[in-house]
């Protein structure tokens, strides 16, 4: 043993559609966070529940915020 606490790594895809008709699939990894039911997969929840809503931000091709 090193001594080091180490977590599982938390994983979740989840895959459907939306109000608006469009397919989409969204992925969650969270290294060292828990089990995947309780870390990962509220953050897929809320991405679906964001585009259902039309809530979410779409950011810049590059994926880096924009200075404005």
């Known amino acids: 043993k090193t001594g080091v606490d180490r977590q599982d790594t938390s994983l979740f895809v989840g895959f459907g559609g ?3 008709g469009q ?9 060292q966070s828990g089990f995947g039911a309780e870390v990962a997969a509220p953050v897929v929840r809320d991405i679906f529940l964001g585009l259902a809503n039309n809530q ?10 924009l200075d404005e």
């Open 23 to 31: 397919q989409y699939v969204a992925t969650s990894v969270m290294e």
């Open 56 to 65: 979410l931000v779409q950011a810049p091709p590059n994926g880096f915020p």
């Open 18 to 20: 939306v109000p608006n």
